[in-house]
């Protein structure tokens, strides 16, 4: 029904940058909030960013000011661009979609994708 396709992950030197994507497909009607999520080895899954259908946008204070998500509601794709990556931004991160409706009615919610390996390292 949905596919979460992401791409832009990596092994990037100490502030360095990556942009990830995750584009959503399927029959989608509409999306509302999407994010980004990342596992790093022996940790829980934690927040990164997410943002709204309307372009809110919230963040881990971890990385506040070094990130940005960001969305094309006509592609149904999110972005996150990554500046002044540090070593322990390393995890697998992952694109989620918190609810979308499909044309033939049907809610989907808390939809993930497969996750793509970002490594900070010199």
């Known amino acids: 029904q949905v596919q979460l396709v992401e791409s832009g992950g990596g092994l990037v030197q100490p502030g360095g940058s990556l942009r990830l994507s995750c584009a959503a497909s399927?029959?989608?009607?509409?999306?509302?909030?999407m994010g980004w999520y990342r596992q790093a080895p022996g940790k829980q899954r934690e927040l990164v960013a997410t943002?709204?259908?309307?372009?809110?946008?919230n963040y881990a204070d971890s990385v506040k000011g070094r990130f940005t998500i960001s969305r094309d509601n006509a592609k149904n794709t999110v972005y996150l661009q990554m500046n002044s990556l540090k070593p322990e931004d390393t995890a697998v991160y992952y694109c989620?979609?918190?609810?979308?409706?499909?044309?033939?009615?049907?809610?989907?919610?808390?939809?993930w994708g497969q996750g793509t390996q970002v490594t900070v390292s010199s």
């Open positions: 943002i709204t259908s309307g372009g809110n946008t």
């Open positions: 989620n979609l918190e609810r979308a409706v499909l044309y033939s009615g049907t809610i989907v919610v808390a939809y």
């Open positions: 399927g029959s989608i009607l509409s999306i509302n909030g």
